[in-house]
């Protein structure tokens, strides 16, 4: 069953506004960690973020920020003030103490920021 | 100095053919992973070591084989290739198999079956 969902193949969004990339994801394990990665046209694996599952406030790191909510199992990437280099495919993953601890990937989001 | 590098970049090969790419981190982290990257960019789980022990093998055809000679390499072989072997190949590593552990990934080795 798949365990982390992006439901948005694609977004765009204009330059220097703000976008939420959605992912859900299904677990029982309480204890865990989500993850964004980031994926330009050039292939590489970029970390963005981190949120673990007991954290208690939400993760920043610079302009991204993740919105955690525990309850509806969600875990949004919130990028602000767009840049045309943000344009790339943005993963979501989790890991789960008790399944070994191997990172899973959602689909991915594809992100287009317009000029 | 590169974290996780991996090698080839590029592999172009016939089907039928035997292949191996290389991984090696010099991050001293515990655990290493190969990823499978289709053509919709979708990322799957294919093996974990930590420590040289093979931890996780997902539903991997037994052409592909691992081996960790260290804990500092994990390399991929893969018997009579298949077109539909053709893909992008990531290695990572994590310092521990643990919920907060980020996985730090090679540049990818795409693979060409023709």
């Known amino acids: 069953a798949q365990k982390i969902t992006q439901t948005q193949p694609g977004m765009f969004v204009q330059e220097k506004e703000a976008v939420t990339l959605d992912c859900t994801y299904d677990t029982s394990d309480p204890s865990y960690g989500l993850f964004w990665y980031k994926q330009p046209s050039s292939g590489e694996m970029i970390f963005l973020i981190y949120q673990g599952s007991y954290d208690q406030q939400n993760a920043t790191e610079g302009r991204y920020s993740l919105n955690f909510q525990k309850a509806r199992k969600s875990a949004n990437l919130v990028i602000s003030a767009s840049q045309l280099g943000d344009s790339a495919m943005y993963f979501c993953a989790m890991r789960e103490e008790y399944n070994n601890n191997d990172m899973r990937f959602g689909a991915g989001t594809r992100l287009t920021v317009k000029p | 100095d590169t974290a996780v590098s991996q090698t080839p970049k590029y592999l172009v090969t016939q089907m039928g053919n035997d292949k191996s790419i290389k991984c090696e981190q010099n991050?001293?982290?515990?655990?290493m992973y190969w990823y499978k990257q289709d053509s919709k960019k979708f990322l799957k789980i294919m093996f974990s070591?930590?420590?040289?022990?093979?931890?996780i093998n997902e539903t991997v055809p037994n052409r592909f084989s691992p081996k960790s000679p260290d804990k500092a390499h994990l390399n991929l072989h893969i018997n009579s290739l298949e077109l539909g072997d053709s893909a992008v190949y990531f290695c990572a590593s994590s310092q521990e198999p643990s919920p907060r552990g980020k996985l730090f990934f090679g540049s990818g080795t795409q693979l060409s079956v023709l």
């Open positions: 070591y930590n420590n040289k022990e093979l931890i």
């Open positions: 991050l001293g982290h515990d655990t």
